[in-house]
């Protein structure tokens, strides 16, 4: 069986990955944290407009240490600066773009995937200070809901299975998955397999995945650039 | 008509014991900390405060809690970088939360605003947080159902105001700025100038008076985040 540690993809890299399906014109919410990292492998020639719940349409990159401005966070509450066209609007208004299909791709983080589409990003659901932010929000409403994680947990669970275990952000929600092993599309209550590493064999992908995944047509190889 | 008073102090100097507060803000951007600091300084208990979060390192909202004014809070993110002043209190059982996703919080609070008793939203059904909430379904899909919020009192940061109490934001300080204008019975607005009426264009303004009962300016703004570098401490 291969180690998969030696063959999976960065989160960099996964990050590229989910970046080449974001097409020109497109308007894309990114999660706190790692799907942030996805807005620096825009595809060259392709015009993005990145959305952020507190009140922003088409921020753009961090400013020079020094320069923050700090009535103009992201979500994450890290400062960023405005591109050309940028638009402010209270909170009512940035939710009704979430909840009202407005958006074309929200790309979040996951604790689980389950098969149905469930996705479970918000809570361990065990002790400490419950928070919630947009999640339960931003499952709603974008055309495109995707998901970008490593394919198992820090133990090696698998982190697509057939029940999520933790607390649910939504129900039915997850369109596609990008991990460090695979593509993966959700379709009709199943994992379909699109894309996985040519150097994890099918069954060895299977075995470190909670679910099955299905064949809807031929598996491409997941190729990545160096990162 | 002027709606502006001499000082954040007399601003706030009615907020009694009891009372619920709206505060605008979404971390630091928005958070109107003169008027925060004022209430700390007044020093009302028992108060249900609404926000986005609950505070960072020990000024502004952290510095009210730390203060034990703060007996429930309606947010959507009690975490930050320097949590400490509500986690220690929620975790010791000295402080209630109620916990609402982001959104829906807006929303309640723009139904309050609106005369809008409850609504129906998509977001957290079949989750945990949806427990105990009338569920419908409409066209195929499920749905929970929110009730408004409104408050007693909103403290509020603007940009621009007129005498009217027509108000600009400045950048995504706006957040929940005008939402809680509208949802509070008394609305307290902080801004950086008050101008004459007809000085703010009309095609400009974004919060229209109606929504805004008194005015304070404040000239130059402490930022919470920067406040939070130099690690203040208020009081």
């Not at chain 1, 490593?150 to 991990?179: F, M, Q």
């Not at chain 2, 939360?97 to 605003?113: D, F, K």
């Not at chain 2, 027509?166 to 995504?172: H, K, Q």
């Amino acid at each position: 069986m291969t180690d998969i540690s030696d063959i999976k993809l960065s989160n960099a890299q996964i990050a590229w990955r989910a970046a080449q399906d974001i097409e020109d014109g497109a308007y894309v919410n990114l999660g706190i944290g790692f799907p942030e990292m996805v807005a620096r492998y825009q595809v060259d020639g392709r015009q993005a407009i990145y959305h952020t719940e507190n009140g922003i349409l088409d921020f753009g990159p961090a400013p020079a240490p020094g320069q923050e401005d700090w009535d103009l966070i992201n979500a994450g509450k890290k400062a960023v600066t405005l591109n050309p066209g940028a638009a402010f609007f209270h909170h009512a208004d940035s939710f009704a773009m979430v909840r009202g299909g407005h958006l074309d791709v929200a790309i979040l983080g996951a604790f689980e995937v389950a098969e149905n589409g469930d996705l479970a990003n918000w809570s361990v659901g065990k002790g400490g200070v419950p928070a919630v932010g947009g999640a339960m929000d931003l499952v709603h409403g974008a055309k495109r809901v995707a998901v970008i994680t490593d394919h198992v947990t820090k133990t090696g669970a698998p982190k697509l299975v057939e029940r999520c275990s933790l607390p649910l952000t939504g129900v039915a929600c997850v369109t596609r998955v990008y991990t460090s092993l695979a593509v993966v599309d959700i379709e009709a209550g199943r994992f379909v397999l699109r894309e996985k590493l040519a150097a994890i064999s099918l069954g060895d992908l299977q075995a470190v995945t909670g679910a099955t995944l299905n064949l809807g047509g031929p598996v491409a190889d997941l190729i990545v650039p160096e990162l | 008509m002027d709606k502006t008073v001499a000082s954040p102090a007399e601003a706030v100097a009615d907020i009694p014991d009891g009372a619920s507060v709206m505060i605008g803000g979404f971390g630091g951007s928005g958070a109107p900390i003169e008027l925060i600091h004022a209430l700390i300084d007044a020093g009302p208990k028992d108060l249900t405060v609404i926000n986005n979060n609950a505070g960072n390192g020990h000024v502004g909202l952290a510095g009210m809690i730390e203060a034990g004014m703060v007996a429930k809070l309606i947010c959507s993110f009690p975490k930050s970088k320097d949590p400490r002043a509500f986690a220690t209190r929620y975790l010791a059982g000295e402080i209630e939360l109620e916990l609402v996703p982001q959104g829906t919080l807006a929303e309640r609070i723009r139904a309050g605003g609106a005369g809008i008793p409850a609504f129906y939203t998509p977001t957290s059904f079949g989750t945990d947080l949806a427990a105990g909430k009338p569920t419908a379904e409409f066209d195929g899909r499920g749905y929970v159902q929110e009730r408004w919020l409104k408050a007693d009192y909103a403290l509020v940061k603007a940009e621009t105001a007129d005498r009217h109490g027509n108000l600009t934001y400045r950048a995504a300080g706006r957040n929940f700025g005008p939402l809680m204008c509208s949802a509070a019975t008394v609305s307290i607005v902080q801004a950086t100038r008050i101008v004459a009426p007809g000085e703010i264009d009309p095609e400009q303004v974004v919060t229209p008076g109606i929504f805004v009962k008194r005015l304070v300016r404040v000239e130059a703004p402490q930022q919470e985040e920067e406040l939070n570098r130099a690690e203040a401490v208020y009081p």
